[in-house]
Nanobody, 124 residues
Framework: QVQLVESGGGLVQAGGSLRLSCAASGRTFNNNAMAWFRQAPGKEREFVAAISWNGGSTTEADSVTGRFTISRDNAKNTVYLRMNSLKPEDTAVYYC?????????????????WGQGTQVTVSS
């Protein structure tokens, strides 16, 4: 059974940092792009960041550029999201997703596997 399990969420004050992890099991995703999405209460899920299969290319949403960094460790079958300078508007459930190919895309339909999400709450 293929699973993506996110961890590292929690409650943090504005300006603080968190590092999210997404561990894959059941198969490797070393040839697949990986991404993070988020969904805030009452809003649609939105793209946050993505990384190509070998980590050579990354892209982030404008709202997190310069604050969030996506990375991966293929030996551990794990992808990370380092979040700095957190703002209350970053509060959301953060989801990890595995892409259909090794290329990065911001669209949800390009991702086949999804985790259950981890809650990030940023207090002002």
């Amino acid at each position: 059974q293929v699973q993506l399990v996110e961890s590292g969420g929690g409650l943090v004050q504005a300006g603080g940092s968190l590092r999210l992890s997404c561990a894959a099991s059941g198969r490797t995703f070393n040839n697949n792009a990986m991404a993070w999405f988020r969904q805030a209460p009452g809003k649609e899920r939105e793209f946050v960041a993505a990384i190509s299969w070998n980590g050579g290319s990354t892209t982030e949403a404008d709202s997190v550029t310069g604050r969030f960094t996506i990375s991966r460790d293929n030996a551990k079958n794990t992808v990370y999201l380092r979040m700095n300078s957190l703002k209350p508007e970053d509060t959301a459930v953060y989801y990890c997703a595995a892409g259909r190919t090794g290329m990065i895309f911001p669209e949800e339909y390009e991702y086949d596997y999804w985790g259950q999400g981890t809650q990030v709450t940023v207090s002002s």
